[in-house]
């Protein structure tokens, strides 16, 4: 566990850092030393978008294929979708139930640990750090740190000019807008009056949006929306 003499530390360096190898080196090092054998830092795609131009580390041993490090990673994999599901650093053991359903936790291997670092700060562009390791160790200091050190790490490669605010696919400002006021329980009409817009044109940024985040309904919509921190309530 980091005391707090060495996260200052670790902060004041990330953020003098002028490369984004330094900045994910120092990120990195700190999970090394918690027992991570699998590394995974990058960006979350908007739904049915690649991942690709997202990932910024990909450290990750297929335990399957005698550790040899894998090279791609699917934006689909059901192991992204684990850090839609909270807001803060948890940790869990994988299971093989899990390994059934994501490439990303079979190759780590059954009974290891993983830990999901989301990073909520950039809003509304989505980050997580993944762990794993069958030694790993994470107690509520160490994710505590972590999402610091992550938070810290992510906001300096946007200053860094490495990641921008916005990933293809984004809802427009316009339509997030239309699905702010939705959540709140505003019909179409109403929406139209407080934006100065026609009903037609309410319903049309609802369906754009709806496509954008491969929703079936309004509801839907509105929860992918917030998901994939698109609009906040």
Known sequence: MLDQTELKSKLRAISEANAAHHVLDILESNLRRMG?????????????????????????????????????????????????????????????????HSDL???AGEGSQIVVVPVTELYPFQ?????????LQANKYDLSNLEVLSAAAFSRLRELGVISGQRPGALSTRERKVLELTAFGKTAGEIADVLDISQRTVHAHLQNASVKLNASNKTHTVVEALRYGQISV
């Open 36 to 100: 991570a054998t699998h590394i995974l830092i990058t960006g979350l795609p908007m739904p049915n978008r690649p991942i690709d131009n997202l990932v910024q580390r990909f450290r990750w041993p297929d335990q399957r294929n005698d550790g040899i490090e894998s090279t791609s990673l699917s934006a689909n994999d059901s192991a992204l979708m684990l850090g839609l599901g909270s807001n803060r650093a948890r940790v869990w053991t994988i299971t093989s139930g899990d390994m059934e």
């Open 127 to 135: 980050a997580f750090v993944f762990a794993s390791g069958p030694s």
């Open 105 to 107: 936790l079979a190759s």
